[in-house]
């Protein structure tokens, strides 16, 4: 096979057809068909240390051949790449943040971010974005995890008592109008949010999988991510944050999850606990108002 290229290419190519070799390829009419810039991107690509995913607003996929022409990763990782958890509220963020920092071995460094719904519009605009991670939950149990953050903030921060003494008031003075008007949450949008985050190869890791099977979760987010970490490696990340390891130990001290952690983070995780605490009427509204998503993730 001879690839031709240069000024004289059309002469040379003449000569060695008439030689009789069959495969002869002219590589300044490859050029010509190629556009420049992925021309660059090819030639560049082994030594690439900008964002590998792509951007997620991004419908002609301006950087998806960064995505797709990086190299898989390996331990240890480049010291300039981050990485964003991008989730609704209350559904096991600092949790998944800390086995990742865990099983990338990068605990206590900050490069695990949490991003929540709509931030991800802005973070993922930051440089060298070594991945995002959408984590969901059944709304039925954020509501009842956030309330009960909520109160626990409010004494944690000067308040004489939680603004909010049941689930209901917070429900219904809090978070319906939050959810519904605040741009954080596309105005309520919360199907367009998962939609547009799988349209752009964004894994997706449901709360309740989580709990149910913390490695296999961690599993499928370094795979989607492309870095290549020891089964070992992995299964020592959700060792580590078990609760009779995180209670026995006391949770990280550094970072920012070491930070949440020893600000009350330290729960055992669980799913289902609405059916124990949700009053009626605010069950009744969930299901209703949040139909569409409860639907999408398979929580209706």
């Known amino acids: 096979m001879f690839l031709v290229g240069g000024p004289r290419a059309s002469k040379r190519i003449d000569q060695l057809a008439l030689a009789g070799y069959p ?17 660059l991107l090819v030639a560049l690509a082994p030594s690439f240390s900008g964002s590998r995913v792509p951007a997620m607003l991004d419908p002609i996929a301006q950087t998806e051949p960064h995505h797709t022409l990086s190299e898989p990763l390996h331990p240890p990782l480049p010291s300039q790449l981050v990485f ?3 989730s609704l509220p209350k559904s ?10 865990h099983a990338m071995d990068i605990s206590g460094s900050d490069r695990v971010r949490i991003s929540h719904c709509a931030d991800l519009v802005f973070d993922q605009n930051q440089p060298n974005l070594g991945g995002a991670v959408s984590l969901v939950r059944d709304m039925r149990d954020v509501v009842v995890s956030w309330f009960h953050d909520v109160a626990k903030s409010d004494l944690r921060t000067g308040f004489e008592r939680a ?35 799988c349209a752009n190869y964004c ?34 990340a959700a060792r580590a944050f078990e609760p009779f390891s995180l209670r026995k130990s006391g949770g990280p001290r550094d970072g920012y ?14 799913s289902g606990n609405w059916q124990k605490e949700l009053p009626a009427e605010v069950l009744s509204d969930i299901e209703r108002r949040f139909a569409d998503y409860q639907q999408r993730l398979g929580y209706a």
């Not at 096991?92 to 920092?101: Q, R």
């Not at 070491?258 to 669980?270: A, V």
């Open 23 to 39: 495969h002869v390829y002219n590589l300044n009419e490859m050029a010509r068909k190629t556009p420049a810039k992925r021309r």
């Open 84 to 86: 964003l958890v991008n």
């Open 257 to 270: 999850v070491g930070k949440m952690y020893q600000h009350g983070h330290l729960r055992n995780p669980g």
């Open 163 to 197: 603004r909010y003494p049941d689930i209901a008031s917070f429900y219904f003075e809090c978070f319906v109008g939050l959810i519904g008007k605040s741009d954080r949450y596309f105005g309520g949008d919360l199907i367009g949010w998962i939609d547009r985050n």
């Open 203 to 236: 894994p997706l890791i449901k709360y309740e999988d989580m709990v149910a099977d913390p490695q296999r979760a961690l599993t499928k987010v370094l795979n989607a991510w492309r870095i290549h970490v020891p089964e070992a490696q992995v299964a020592a």
């Open 92 to 101: 096991g963020s600092v949790w998944l943040c800390g086995m990742l920092e």
